[in-house]
């Protein structure tokens, strides 16, 4: 599996970003789809994550501000981004759960990440 992320930059607070993960390959099925981010000086965390159910969970700080979704034609996760805080400044990783056919096993894969900054 391949995750190609783009839609980071700069903004200044108070501004929008929205970012697109792309899983392409030899997929079966993608289970739960979520992004991290790893801000400086922090461990990496849990920002947003949607299951295949439509399911949606976020980090506290996010809540409110953010909102994740899938398409699931396209294999494909959003993160809207809205109300920007410079606190939001880190580098925005796309994470998937996925497996090859129905017996495989699930296996996670982490896309190669994508920078968000936001200026005060």
């Known amino acids: 599996v391949q995750l190609q992320a783009c839609g980071g930059g700069l903004v200044q607070a108070g501004g929008s970003l929205r970012l697109s993960c792309a899983a392409s390959?030899?997929?079966?099925?993608?289970?739960?789809m979520d992004w991290y981010r790893q801000s400086p000086g922090k461990q990496r965390e849990l920002v947003a994550a949607v299951t295949s159910g439509d399911n949606t969970n976020y980090a506290d700080s996010v809540k409110g501000r953010f909102t994740i979704s899938r398409d699931n034609t396209k294999n494909t996760v959003f993160l809207q981004m809205s109300s920007l805080k410079p606190e939001d400044t880190g580098v925005y990783y796309c994470h998937v759960l996925w497996r090859k056919g129905l017996l495989n096993s699930w296996r996670d894969y982490w896309g190669q990440g994508t920078q968000v900054t936001i200026s005060s």
């Open positions: 390959g030899s997929i079966f099925s993608l289970n739960v």
